[in-house]
């Protein structure tokens, strides 16, 4: 028998038997495939985030180098019109 949330109830003095020990285990083996499922989701999202945050740097990067030398570009054109 289970509760309302699906939790087992064992009756205080009343000694669980085999079934209660086997909707148990089925319980706690679907709870840890679920929680399985969750690390494997965490730890693709997780890798993901890493490989954005460096697409991310490297974009910066770039624009920051692209920018130096527009900056050095129109600095050294201004010097040769003097």
Same mark, same amino acid.
């Given at each position: 028998m289970s509760g309302p949330n699906g939790?087992?109830?064992v009756p205080l003095g009343e000694a669980a038997g085999e079934e209660d020990y086997a909707?148990?285990?089925f319980m706690l083996d679907q709870i840890n495939f679920c929680l399985d499922h969750l690390?494997? &989701?965490n730890d693709l999202l997780h890798a993901q985030l890493q490989d954005l945050?460096?697409?991310n740097r490297q974009a910066r990067r770039d624009f920051q180098e692209q920018l130096n030398q527009s900056v050095a570009s129109n600095a050294s054109? &201004?010097?040769e019109e003097l």
């Open positions: 939790d087992p109830q909707a148990l285990d690390e494997e &989701k945050l460096e697409s054109q &201004k010097g």
